[in-house]
């Protein structure tokens, strides 16, 4: 007979203790392709920072294809890109990390979802973990993407990053809890 | 193309809401939008997998990382992860972490007013076996104070990590101890609506676990979501 899912409940103050070993902020290291650095904050309903966050980043390499047995896209590569990535606030509520432009990932009609990288967001205070995707700015994908497009058009801002002039490859993208700019959070 | 076959949704009340007022810390931190749901992609049913070095092998014995042993009582932890249709969940990454016997924390920001062990860190790993076996040793967590409202005391509890075959499947949850008078009044355990539910987030005491003149046993099986039907091949 079928059981339920044990529920979640809050990572608290102090997961830092378990979760600090698997931590890693430069998902690019001795891979091929476009690497982009994002920044940016996590911040909560008054608009303050949240020291206590932890970000798991999830994405495909540079030509869309997940380092997972579910997707069968044929690779060669001898140190493939692992794609996953855990990156801890600091006391200013600010993330950084460095990865690879993942390619465009099939959806489900077999047409090119937008490149997109999977963020599950923890905190002290959220009983589940909150799940979104950041996209990359001026891409043509963005358009047509599959989970996007389900997102009414005046929120999907909150999904893009945006460029941090004047340097190259850099990107800004913040999560912003509550507000007139909330985050898209997903159901998925 | 094969069809993508995603994972299900929570039956109604097994899961917290993201906002539960009683838990001060999700008023100003819960989104206040609906959550917006998506058509299932490559990108949810994917997810990390990890090398076994990430888990040494003696990283699941939380009482043999100093030179001495930590004060409190001995215990194991065991138990199996299983998917919603009890088929076990192999090769998957298990992290923990707890306060000490005296219900502290080894972290910069507890300064609940207890003593550090320094023969205690408070965090194992693990991978599940073939059967989706796990195994921890460990001492019993202390209970502690927080700041929720007034003489508020966290029920003893372990954190517990989870990642399973998807990014879908992940999960984050606190193993409870079975007749704890605390869970009474913990809003965190209280979250989840559903009363089954909720109750099994409490372990077992286990006799077949506890061996003699060493440690107690407590048992604690995690489910994770299950795989939606597969649509018929034609």
Redesign the interface.
Known sequence: ???????????????????N??NRADLAEGNAGERVVIQGRVL???G?P?P?AVL?I?Q?DADGR???P??TAPRNDATPF???GRIPTDDQGQFSFTTIKPGP????D?KP?AP?I?I?V?????????IT?MYFPDEPLNSSD??LR??PESRRETLIARPTEPEPNSLEWNVL??GEN??????? | MKPLVGYRKPAPGTQPNHLYPPYVSSIKRAPKRPLISIPVTLSEITGPTFPKEVASPDAFDLTRQHKGEPLGERIAVSGRVLDEDARPIRNTLVEIWQANAAGRYLHKNDQHNAPLDPNFTGEGRTFTDDDGRYRFITIRPGAYPWKNHYNAWRPQHIHFSLFGPAFATRLVTQMYFPGDPLLEFDPIFHSVPDDDARRRLISSFDWLSTEPDLSLGFRFDIVLRGRNATPMER
């Open positions: 007979m079928p059981s339920h899912s044990t529920p979640s409940q809050t990572v608290g103050p102090f997961f830092s203790i378990g979760l070993q698997l909560d309903g008054e303050h949240v206590d798991e999830w495909a997940y380092h997972h579910e997707h692992v794609g996953f990932v099939h959806g489900p077999g979802q997109h999977q599950s923890f905190m002290r205070g959220l009983l589940r973990q909150l995707r599959p989970v389900v997102v809890l509550q909330e985050t898209v959070f997903f159901d998925c």
